[in-house]
């Protein structure tokens, strides 16, 4: 008997899955057809449809979007962890983010997903010593998104930036696996110092809206820092964290604060 290979999306249930709920919403919304058609059912994986999608939202009167596509493919032909990553991210999403009740949204609709996948062509093109062509990415990200994420910035899987509004992550930032975080957080600085100068985020934070992280200071694993917090200060692992300047209030309340996405203090304060 001969054996056929199967189609990738028959081998990536993440893709299969994606697939089917587009063609569930063009039977719902057949207005919304030609772009689905187009962003998703077009395409043969996920890698593929990332780069349709981010040359889109990315091009420009400076850069096309046909450039910003070769771009892209040749990342995701070159890096396969970049295709992993985008899985990881739209699981995170769609687990965490209660708005989110499709693996569709994120890739059509949420520009905190969007936004990291530019962010990690930018920084694979950064590692190739792409520099300007990095900084090029970084620049429409944030002209198109309003998130600003020096390509240099290590960012691990598993990301979900919930809204994604005025999120900045600075040059020699890193954050690990499973982290979530709201709209307007700040990895930055402290002043015009030079070198690794910015916030190293453990696996499975949550930082809330607003907070600012500033300095090179870890903050530890499964912690929480609340909404509208400035920390100075290395953050335990498993603490939470609150105020202006930040102090520790209390345990993280949970193993796993960045998947539960409980904000609340309880009276901790």
Same mark, same amino acid.
């Given at each position: 008997?001969?054996?056929?290979?199967? &189609?990738?999306?028959?081998?990536?249930?993440?893709?299969?899955?994606? #697939?089917?709920?587009?063609?569930?919403?063009?039977?719902?919304?057949?207005?919304?057809?030609?772009?689905?058609?187009?962003?998703?059912?077009?395409?043969?994986?996920?890698?593929?449809?990332?780069?349709?999608?981010?040359?889109?939202?990315?091009?420009?009167?400076?850069?096309?979007?046909?450039?910003?596509?070769?771009?892209?493919?040749?990342?995701?032909?070159?890096e396969p962890s970049l295709g992993e990553?985008?899985?990881?991210?739209?699981?995170?999403?769609?687990?965490? !983010?209660?708005? #989110?009740?499709?693996?569709?949204?994120?890739?059509?609709?949420?520009?905190?997903?969007?936004?990291?996948?530019?962010?990690?062509?930018?920084?694979?093109?950064?590692?190739?010593?792409?520099?300007?062509?990095?900084?090029?990415?970084?620049?429409?990200?944030?002209?198109?998104?309003?998130?600003?994420?020096?390509?240099?910035? &290590?960012?691990?899987?598993?990301?979900?930036?919930?809204?994604?509004?005025?999120?900045?992550?600075?040059?020699?930032?890193?954050?690990?696996?499973?982290?979530?975080?709201?709209?307007?957080?700040?990895?930055?600085?402290?002043?015009?110092?030079? !070198?690794?100068?910015?916030?190293?985020?453990?696996?499975?934070?949550?930082?809330?809206?607003?907070? &600012?992280v500033l300095g090179n200071i870890t903050?530890?694993?499964?912690?929480?820092?609340?909404?509208?917090?400035?920390?100075?200060?290395?953050?335990?692992?498993? &603490?939470?964290?609150?105020?202006?300047?930040?102090?520790?209030?209390?345990?993280?309340?949970?193993?796993?604060?960045?998947?539960?996405? !409980?904000?609340?203090?309880?009276?901790?304060?």
């Open positions: 008997m001969v054996q056929t290979t199967p &189609k990738i999306a028959e081998i990536d249930p993440v893709w299969r899955r994606i #697939c089917d709920e587009a063609r569930d919403a063009i039977t719902t919304e057949p207005l919304l057809g030609g772009m689905i058609h187009g962003t998703v059912l077009h395409h043969k994986s996920l890698e593929r449809a990332l780069s349709f999608r981010m040359s889109q939202k990315l091009a420009s009167a400076e850069m096309s979007e046909q450039i910003l596509r070769e771009i892209a493919d040749e990342a995701y032909r070159a990553a985008a899985r990881a991210d739209i699981v995170a999403v769609f687990e965490r !983010d209660p708005a #989110c009740h499709r693996f569709l949204q994120p890739l059509l609709y949420f520009k905190g997903f969007q936004a990291i996948q530019a962010y990690r062509v930018g920084h694979w093109l950064w590692e190739q010593g792409r520099n300007d062509l990095a900084y090029f990415f970084q620049m429409r990200v944030s002209e198109v998104f309003g998130i600003d994420v020096h390509p240099a910035a &290590k960012i691990g899987k598993g990301i979900m930036i919930d809204h994604a509004h005025s999120i900045v992550i600075g040059e020699t930032a890193v954050v690990g696996d499973n982290v979530s975080m709201l709209h307007s957080v700040t990895l930055g600085g402290t002043g015009k110092e030079d !070198d690794d100068r910015h916030p190293k985020i453990a696996d499975g934070v949550l930082i809330g809206a607003g907070a &600012k903050v530890g694993h499964c912690s929480r820092i609340a909404a509208g917090s400035v920390v100075l200060e290395a953050v335990p692992p498993m &603490k939470t964290v609150a105020g202006v300047p930040a102090k520790i209030v209390g345990e993280a309340g949970c193993s796993q604060p960045s998947i539960t996405m !409980d904000q609340l203090l309880s009276g901790e304060i």
